[in-house]
């Protein structure tokens, strides 16, 4: 796995000579998708680490050293469909289809390990100030839980309403 670049949050590419490729609006997906996913980690630790915009990057530069592997295919297809329909951008029918019918559990298998590759490489988990705030949030929240007469609830509430609609 080859980075676009070495800091923390860096993308991480199939190919980094490609990398000037990925075009801008995938690129602000990336950002998005880091941003959407590193909010809802705060209260779901099983939130997605990587999104499908990052894979599709991902992919997409490898796919241009050469030919992908009929499951990375496949993957490729289905994370671009993810995004495009997100997006409300025009799908082929191959991408169509693709979403119907979902990741055979082998194709979710390299799918997974892509993820975790890709998590490990750019440095695990994305640094930003909002999330950073969010989480000292977080924190501050739990402490006040432990004090008398302060109920649960009113937290799980408000996380629920903070959060809703961020996983997919």
């Given at each position: 796995?080859?980075?676009k670049d070495?800091?923390?949050n ?9 990398a ?6 995938l ?16 209260v ?5 680490k990587?999104?499908f ?6 992919l ?26 997100r ?8 991408m ?19 993820v975790?590759n890709?998590y490990?490489a750019?440095?695990g ?9 969010m ?7 739990a ?26």
């Amino acid at each position: 796995m080859s980075t676009k670049d070495k800091k923390e949050n860096r993308l991480v590419v199939g190919d980094a000579t490609w990398a000037d490729a990925i075009p801008e609006w995938l690129l602000e997906e990336i950002k998005y998708e880091r941003i959407m996913y590193g909010l809802a980690g705060i209260v779901n630790p099983n939130a997605p680490k990587v999104g499908f915009a990052e894979i599709a990057a991902y992919l997409m530069t490898a796919s241009m050293r050469g030919p992908l592997s009929h499951e990375h295919t496949k993957i490729y297809l289905y994370c671009c469909a993810r995004v495009f329909e997100r997006k409300g951008k025009e799908m082929t029918d191959d991408m169509k289809e693709v979403l119907k019918l979902g990741l055979t559990k082998g194709e979710e298998y390299y799918y997974k390990e892509l993820v975790d590759n890709i998590y490990r490489a750019r440095g695990g988990e994305i640094k930003n100030p909002l999330i950073e705030v969010m989480k000292t949030l977080k924190k501050k929240c739990a402490r006040k839980e432990e004090q008398p007469g302060h109920t649960k609830d009113k937290l799980s509430k408000v996380q629920a309403a903070l959060f809703e609609g961020a996983e997919e």
